[in-house]
């Protein structure tokens, strides 16, 4: 599977943006796909996540409540929507797959995903 990421973009403060990632190749089915962030000076680190297969999604605690990850069957894409951005959500927004239904414990280590996109930058400023 490959995996494309867009809609970043430099955003004010308080704005929203939606990210999106498409599989490529082949679905999704089975899959957990999640979203990493990683911003200048710091470590790659868990952003959202869900089960292809169906199931909420599960947020890492730096954005926890600004979020919503969903899934689009029909175009084998997910989303996410980020609300109320700050100029510390700066970053490269990664979207991965693990190729297998991870559960929590193990979902929000990056160390669990196969394959990574190549990133998009989202920029938060005045």
């Known amino acids: 599977v490959q995996l494309q990421a867009s809609g970043g973009g430099l955003v004010q403060p308080g704005n929203s943006l939606r990210l999106s990632c498409e599989a490529s190749?082949?679905?999704?089915?089975?899959?957990?796909v999640a979203w990493f962030r990683q911003r200048p000076g710091n470590e790659r680190e868990f952003v959202a996540g869900?089960?292809?297969?169906?199931?909420?999604?599960y947020y890492g605690d730096s954005m926890k409540g600004r979020l919503t990850m969903s899934r689009d069957y029909a175009k084998n894409t997910v989303h996410l929507q980020m609300n109320s951005l700050k100029p510390e959500d700066t970053a490269v927004y990664y979207c991965?797959?693990?190729?297998?239904?991870?559960?929590?414990?193990?979902?929000?280590?990056?160390?669990?995903?196969?394959?990574w996109g190549q990133g998009t930058q989202v920029t938060v400023s005045s």
């Open positions: 991965a797959v693990a190729r297998r239904g991870l559960i929590l414990s193990t979902l929000k280590s990056e160390n669990e995903y196969d394959t």
């Open positions: 190749g082949r679905a999704f089915s089975g899959y957990t």
């Open positions: 869900l089960r292809w297969s169906g199931g909420g999604a």
